[in-house]
């Protein structure tokens, strides 16, 4: 899979309205047939920087992401709510979800 983190350092009078903001974007990537995960969480350390952590089945399936309407979309109507340009993470791993944290397993 190819598995995705990033951060989104966002204006911070738009910080509050992020997840409204992102909700087309989110739901049109969340139904696509290759889409594994695609989660935002707000930092607990800067209340204007959400981290996105998403995933996907393949490389076909990533590059159908990024050539997706709903993509270019995000790509014109985003960025004018950002303070900064986003960072990433994206590595092709050789599994397909999450898998158990063992040194704390619970019983």
Excluded at 22 to 41: I, Q
Excluded at 78 to 89: D, F, G, K, S
């Amino acid at each position: 899979m190819i598995f995705i983190t990033a951060k989104f350092a966002v204006r911070p009078e738009h910080a509050e309205a992020w997840p409204e903001i992102t909700r087309a974007f989110t739901e049109a990537t969340r139904a696509e047939e290759g889409c594994l995960w695609f989660d935002w969480s707000r930092s607990l350390d800067d209340p204007n920087e959400y981290v996105l952590v998403e995933a996907f089945r393949d490389g076909d399936a990533g590059a159908a992401h990024v050539g997706s309407e709903h993509f270019r979309a995000a790509q014109a109507e985003l960025p004018q709510y950002l303070a900064a340009t986003p960072r990433i993470v994206s590595q092709t791993v050789e599994q397909s979800d999450w898998s158990e944290l063992g040194e704390m397993a619970v019983d």
